[in-house]
Structures are given as structure tokens and as C-alpha cells.
């Protein structure tokens, strides 16, 4: 599999994926800010994805949604899916309304960046994992891959799931996906920046 793409992911159904594929890039690309933003990581970029414009998007979050979880049935073995609240919340949301109606048996959990200071001071939200699941996280952008690798702790550390691979709208191709799979993580995107480039 070449890069963790969606095409080489996705066994048949081409056309189908094409047109969904389609439908979401012209969405996301009228999303996309071309020169120098700081983004939470405190690095600068030339490329600024607002993921949120999609993901709570009624269509884009579908499109999204549908995207992902033909990789994930593709994939095989995933038990649960979530990631680092906020980014991954609308797009864990998604996928488990459709895996609901389809038919795929998933476990959904959001991530806290920090533990709740009242209640149960919760860092993972959702019906409880099993030790030993197999999970999947789920981001809009990967950049430095922090943010990803930060769910995996709290989630591995809270839960003993076994966090399998990464997967993302879009991976703005400066260096995230290279520290993940260091990591021993496989990774997917939707799309790569250099998509978006002329």
C-alpha cells in the first residue's frame, strides 16, 4: 500500500470512491488558507486546513464519515475509534452513526487533552474498552503527529487498548506521518497536501 492513500486502501467499488472523493476535496479546498499561520503545535505553516468548516458540515461529515469507514472495514481487526477532543470529536461521531446503520460493530471514545477536575476525572469518554482492543485514531490534519501520539498514550495508559494505526483528512506532509510510523503506527489520510498544490 502506497503511503497510506485511500485509492490503494479501498479494494473496488473506484467509481464510487471517486465521486465521494471528489465531492469532498472541492469541500475541503475551499477550506484551505495558503500562507504563514501558527498553528497549536506552536509551528508555522504555509498551509492552514480549518477542518471543523468539513467535519460539522452536515455532507462533509457524511463524505468523511463514508470515506473512512470503507478503509476501516477494509482494514479488518478495528474494535474502537476515536481521538484527542476537538478535532477527531465530529469526525468519531460520524463514522459511528454510519457504522451504526451499516452494521459494523465499533466502539467510540473521545480523548481528553487533560483529566476532568470533578466527576469521575475522566480522561477517556465513552463506553469502556476492553484491554487488548484493537484502536484506531482519528484526526482532521496530521502535522508533527503530537497530537495523535498523545491520544495513543492516554488512551494505551487508561484503557490497555492497543492503539493499530492512525488515519486523517489530510496530511499536511511535513514530517507527522514519519514520527508516527516510527512510533509503529500504520497510517492513512484522506488527502495530502500536495493535493491541494498546483
Known sequence: MERGGIDEAIAGDSGAVAGLRERLRVKLRACIKLGRVKLSSGKETDFYFDGRLVSLEPEGSVLIADLMLRMIREMGGIDAVGGLTSGADP???S?????YQRKVPLRLFYVRK???DHG???RIEGPPLPAGARALIVDDVITT???I???CDILQEDTGAKVVGAMAIIDREEGGREVLEMAGLRVWSLFRKSDFLP
Open 149 to 151: 501520539l498523545k491520544a
Open 114 to 116: 487533560e483529566a476532568k
Open 95 to 99: 463514522i459511528g452513526v454510519l457504522a
Open 145 to 147: 503527529g503530537g497530537s
Open 120 to 122: 469521575m476525572g475522566k
Open 91 to 93: 469526525i468519531t461521531s
